[in-house]
Every structure is written in C-alpha cells, then in structure tokens.
C-alpha cells in the first residue's frame, strides 16, 4: 500500500502519536481512538475524496477522523438529507467512497465493507481525481438546506482556526464535551475537532438537550462544556436552566446565530449564579468555523455584541467599500485571517482549485463597533427591502419584535413586511408596535400565524420556507 505524505498542518496525525490519549465516550463505554482507529486502516489509499454522512454515533465520527488521519478528504453532509439530495451530492462530486448507513442502489457503487452499521462503498471504476494539494474537508455552506454547494477548507484553514479556538477557550486534555450538533455543521465539527488537538474527552450523544439522558449524563460523566445554537438555548431556557445547575460544568459556547436581549440576560444570570461562563462567538463554514468571541466578564454589559475577533481582523466596509473607522457607523463586516477558506466547490471538477480568497471573507453581515472596538451584527445585507422608498431592516424588526411577541420571524413577501408566529398575537398590538418603532403603516404589514417555525439542517430559520402553512 502506497505510503501517503501528509501536510504539515494536518494535526489529525497526532493521533497516532504515543502521547495522544483521547477518547470517545458512551453510556456504555471509553473508545480509544487511536486503537479503534487502526480498524479503519483500509482508508489509508491514495488521496480520495469520501463523502460521509455524518451521525452523532462513534462509528460515523471515527470514520471522519480515519479519513483525516489518512490524508483523504471527506465531504461531510447530514443525515436528514431526504434521498434525493444525498443522491445529488453524489452525482455532483463522484466521491471515490461512501459512509453511510443507507442502502445506495447505484451501478456505479459497491459495498467493500461494513463496520458496525456503517457501510463503505467504493466507486467501481478506479481513478483519481485531481484534487488540490492544501484541500482537506468539504463542509456544507453555513444555514446550508441541502444545496451542493460547498465550502473547500484547507489543512491551514483548520489548523489555524482549530488552534486559535483551544487557546482562547483554553482547552485542556482533562476536558470533556459531548455532542450537541451535527458535525456536519461548521459549529459541531470544530467542537471535535477542538477537543480531538488537545486529546480531550467526547461524549457521543445523539438526543435532544431537553431529555432527562441528556442532564444525567452531564452529570454522571462530569462534562465541563458543550456548544449551543440559540435554537438549543431557547429550548433550554424554556424547560427551565437550573436543569444545567451542575458543579463540573465550567463553561458553555454559543454561536450560529443571535440569542435576544432577554434570553441572553436569563443566561448571563444563571451562569454568573452557579459559577459557569457563557462565552459568545461568531462564525461561518466559510471561516472554517469560529471568527470572533465576547468574554463573560463583558457579556453583561455588551449583551448582543459578538466581541472581538479570534485574530483581531475585523474591519468595516461602508457602501463605497472604503474603510470605517468611527464608532457606531454601520457597514459591511470583512473579516481577514488564515481560518478564511479557499472558495466554493459545486462539482467534483473545483476539486483542483486553490485559493481564490487569499485570507479574505465578506461575510455579508452588517454591523458596527462601539468605542471599546466591540462588534455588533445588525443584519444581512441581503435583509433589506425597500418599501415606498423606505429602506427597511427586516433583522432590526424582528430583533425588536421578539422583545415584546416571541417567536416572531420577519420577511418581506408579496410587498408587504410580513410577520410570521407560531403563537396567536393581537394583529392590532402588533401593528400599533411596528408603527410606534418603525413608522410602517397598517397596509405595509401582514401577520400571518403558521403550525410550524420551519428550520434548516443546521437549526437556524429556513427563510426560504418560511411562508403560509
């Protein structure tokens, strides 16, 4: 078997090292990865592009590891793909292998080997891709519903951001998180990724955070951390926090998305009570992950804010795309650093590009900083219409609506700015609150209740599907 040369940033080597120690852990028992991961030995092939569909089991994650660890480059999708989007990835990018636990009825694939229930299938025609030579993973694009659009990151790309994470959360090989995402998410996958460099603890969980297992095992295996979209903390905080009161955890992270005001002040008093961190953060799949963080100790007075870039590189762009540099003026936000990927891939064919970023990202958020340099999101740049020559913020109304009417979601539809609950609302109250804040009158607006709050994969609002029940 051909001897694969690895890149000089791939740390997923280590875990091959004498000294690494990491472990995945069950209800039922410790996985040594670098033991476990030998049984995963037939990936170690000439340099193969492996689409995996990602379960929160230790199967499916060891397996991305193997393909890491042997220098191959997966393509991570979810597991709630319906049949026909997993059957478009694999039409679009020709992986050389598949993971999966499904039953794929393609000529073109077949089963050479099953590991617990996992299937490997390999492409019957024997070929080799051209594949970048810094290309590591194919990660779906953030808020992703199942597009094959794909973000290409580099071994840097996940070196430097993986690296920057573990410094400022100050992770420690005694540490132990458990899964609460998909890994194929951004957010998920560094949360593994950060704990697997520092050859940490991960408990493999695959439930809801509402679920009694879910506390007893915080409990019972003494976790000190996990990661939350708001979707997650919502949920949380409506079962009731002190649920989480539990003297091994030390901090939680949180980011995909904003949390309201009055969540996040619930938050910041239950963990300031029980002596835990809640620490804010800012990312994209475009970033590899995470580009920005808020400390604790500021969270109280800079509620919203998404703090401080992980290397400082945020700056403002205003509509001329000049350089902002007073407080408070709203512009694009572009964020500079060795985490940004290389570009996008919606074919096997961008398999060979290189970088077409050059460390530079236009994250397609407005916002701005205040006189301490703290950064706030004010929306996207694509949420705004204009409606009888008003120029409306759809993020700031509906930031501003769910102080008052949670659970409300704006967008504009059919010319009008049209709300959207899952709760019964006082269409009078609600009018009257949006003409008091934004001066819209009565016949620019429309509420319209739905069953259902729809969701991407990745548990943030599907816009796209947001619309009449």
Same mark, same amino acid.
């Given at each position: 078997?051909?001897?694969?040369?690895?890149?000089?940033?791939?740390?997923?080597?280590?875990?091959?090292?004498?000294?690494?120690?990491? *472990?995945?852990?069950?209800?039922? !028992? $410790?996985?040594? @990865?670098? +033991?476990?991961?030998?049984?995963?030995? #037939?990936? /170690?092939? &000439?340099?193969?592009?492996?689409?995996?569909?990602?379960?929160?089991?230790?199967?499916?994650?060891?397996?991305?590891?193997?393909?890491?660890?042997?220098?191959?480059?997966?393509?991570?999708?979810?597991?709630?793909?319906?049949?026909?989007?997993?059957?478009?990835?694999?039409?679009?990018?020709?992986?050389?292998?598949?993971?999966? *636990?499904?039953?794929?009825?393609? !000529? $073109?694939?077949? @089963?050479? +080997?099953?590991?617990?229930?996992?299937? #490997?299938? /390999?492409? &019957?025609?024997?070929?080799?891709?051209?594949?970048?030579?810094?290309?590591?993973?194919?990660?779906?694009?953030?808020?992703?519903?199942?597009?094959?659009?794909?973000?290409?990151?580099?071994?840097?790309?996940?070196?430097?951001?993986?690296?920057?994470?573990?410094?400022?959360?100050?992770?420690?090989?005694?540490?132990?998180?458990?899964?609460?995402?998909?890994?194929?998410?951004?957010?998920?996958?560094?949360?593994?990724?950060?704990?697997?460099?520092?050859?940490?603890?991960?408990?493999?969980?695959?439930?809801?955070?509402?679920?009694?297992?879910?506390?007893?095992?915080?409990?019972?295996?003494?976790?000190?951390?996990?990661?939350?979209?708001?979707?997650?903390?919502?949920?949380?905080?409506?079962?009731?926090?002190?649920?989480?009161?539990?003297?091994?955890?030390?901090?939680?992270?949180?980011?995909?998305?904003?949390?309201?005001?009055?969540?996040?002040?619930?938050?910041?008093?239950?963990?300031?009570?029980?002596?835990?961190?809640?620490?804010?953060?800012?990312?994209?799949?475009?970033?590899?992950?995470?580009?920005?963080?808020?400390?604790?100790?500021?969270?109280?007075?800079?509620?919203?804010?998404?703090?401080?870039?992980?290397?400082?590189?945020?700056?403002?762009?205003?509509?001329?795309?000049?350089?902002?540099?007073?407080?408070?003026?709203?512009?694009?936000?572009?964020?500079?650093?060795?985490?940004?990927?290389?570009?996008?891939?919606?074919?096997?064919?961008?398999?060979?590009?290189?970088?077409?970023?050059?460390?530079?990202?236009?994250?397609?958020?407005?916002?701005?900083?205040?006189?301490?340099?703290?950064?706030?999101?004010?929306?996207?740049?694509?949420?705004?219409?204009?409606?009888?020559?008003?120029?409306?913020?759809?993020?700031?109304?509906?930031?501003?609506?769910?102080?008052?009417?949670?659970?409300?979601?704006?967008?504009?539809?059919?010319?009008?700015?049209?709300?959207?609950?899952?709760?019964?609302?006082?269409?009078?109250?609600?009018?009257?609150?949006?003409?008091?804040?934004?001066?819209?009158?009565?016949?620019?607006?429309?509420?319209?209740?739905?069953?259902?709050?729809?969701?991407?994969?990745?548990?943030?609002?599907?816009?796209?599907?947001?619309?009449?029940?």
């Amino acid at each position: 078997m051909e001897k694969i040369s690895l890149n000089k940033f791939n740390f997923f080597k280590k875990i091959f090292n004498k000294s690494f120690t990491g *472990k995945l852990i069950t209800c039922e !028992k $410790k996985i040594d @990865i670098k +033991k476990e991961i030998i049984k995963y030995k #037939f990936l /170690k092939r &000439k340099r193969s592009l492996c689409l995996i569909e990602c379960y929160n089991t230790p199967g499916s994650i060891l397996s991305y590891l193997s393909v890491m660890a042997y220098g191959s480059v997966p393509l991570l999708v979810n597991e709630n793909l319906n049949n026909i989007f997993f059957k478009n990835y694999i039409n679009k990018f020709l992986p050389n292998y598949i993971i999966t *636990k499904r039953n794929i009825v393609s !000529k $073109k694939y077949v @089963i050479f +080997k099953k590991v617990n229930d996992l299937f #490997f299938y /390999k492409y &019957k025609k024997k070929y080799l891709k051209n594949i970048y030579k810094d290309l590591a993973i194919l990660l779906p694009t953030s808020g992703s519903t199942g597009s094959t659009k794909m973000v290409r990151i580099s071994y840097k790309n996940i070196f430097s951001n993986t690296n920057d994470i573990c410094n400022y959360l100050k992770i420690k090989k005694k540490d132990k998180s458990i899964t609460t995402m998909p890994f194929s998410y951004t957010y998920g996958m560094s949360i593994i990724n950060s704990h697997l460099m520092k050859g940490a603890n991960i408990f493999v969980y695959n439930g809801s955070v509402i679920q009694k297992k879910f506390f007893d095992i915080l409990k019972k295996f003494k976790i000190t951390t996990f990661g939350g979209v708001p979707y997650i903390y919502e949920l949380l905080i409506k079962i009731g926090l002190n649920r989480l009161k539990n003297k091994n955890l030390n901090y939680l992270t949180h980011a995909g998305g904003s949390i309201n005001a009055k969540s996040l002040s619930k938050l910041y008093k239950f963990c300031k009570s029980n002596n835990i961190e809640f620490i804010s953060m800012y990312g994209a799949s475009e970033a590899t992950s995470r580009m920005s963080y808020l400390p604790f100790k500021d969270m109280k007075n800079k509620i919203g804010s998404i703090g401080k870039g992980l290397q400082k590189s945020f700056i403002l762009l205003d509509k001329d795309y000049k350089q902002i540099h007073k407080p408070f003026l709203k512009g694009e936000l572009v964020y500079r650093g060795d985490n940004v990927c290389l570009g996008y891939a919606s074919n096997w064919k961008d398999l060979a590009l290189g970088d077409e970023n050059f460390s530079i990202l236009r994250t397609g958020d407005e916002g701005y900083f205040d006189r301490e340099g703290y950064f706030f999101i004010s929306g996207r740049k694509n949420r705004y219409t204009k409606l009888y020559g008003h120029r409306i913020n759809l993020d700031d109304i509906e930031k501003k609506l769910n102080i008052k009417f949670p659970n409300c979601y704006v967008k504009f539809l059919n010319n009008k700015i049209t709300v959207f609950s899952n709760k019964s609302i006082n269409e009078n109250h609600l009018f009257g609150f949006i003409f008091k804040r934004f001066n819209l009158k009565a016949n620019m607006i429309k509420f319209i209740k739905i069953k259902k709050i729809p969701y991407t994969l990745n548990k943030k609002i599907d816009y796209t599907n947001l619309n009449v029940s």
